[in-house]
Nanobody, 122 residues
Framework: QVQLVESGGGLVQAGGSLRLSCTAS????????TGWFRQPPGKEREFVAA????????YYTDSVKGRFTISKDNAKNTVYLEMNSLKPEDTAVYYC???????????????WGQGTQVTVSS
């Protein structure tokens, strides 16, 4: 079992930055793939970024490439999502998720956090 807790969300003006953290408890989290997803108001949950267990491979949805960076610190059981140049359309509840294989859809991840709200004002 893996338990995930997100933090770092908040209200920021367009062009600003936030760093989200996803801290895990449970065995062998360092061997898991971790993904970030988001759910904008009234929309479906969508993939944002993912990182493999070693941190050597990362994937991003096109809309955040060059603005968001996913990273991990296995010693701290934590995955980060650094978000820069934020836009109002980035407003969403952001979730981290973990699984043993890489994926870009919600169905491919077994473990989920409770989510953290990110609001970007124009």
């Amino acid at each position: 079992q893996v338990q995930l807790v997100e933090s770092g969300g908040g209200l920021v003006q367009a062009g600003g930055s936030l760093r989200l953290s996803c801290t895990a408890s449970g065995r062998t989290f360092s061997r898991y793939v971790t993904g970030w997803f988001r759910q904008p108001p009234g929309k479906e949950r969508e993939f944002v970024a993912a990182i493999n267990w070693s941190g050597s491979s990362t994937y991003y949805t096109d809309s955040v490439k060059g603005r968001f960076t996913i990273s991990k610190d296995n010693a701290k059981n934590t995955v980060y999502l650094e978000m820069n140049s934020l836009k109002p359309e980035d407003t969403a509840v952001y979730y981290c998720a973990a699984d043993k294989t890489m994926g870009t859809t919600s169905a491919e991840y077994d473990y989920w956090g409770q989510g953290t709200q990110v609001t970007v004002s124009s």
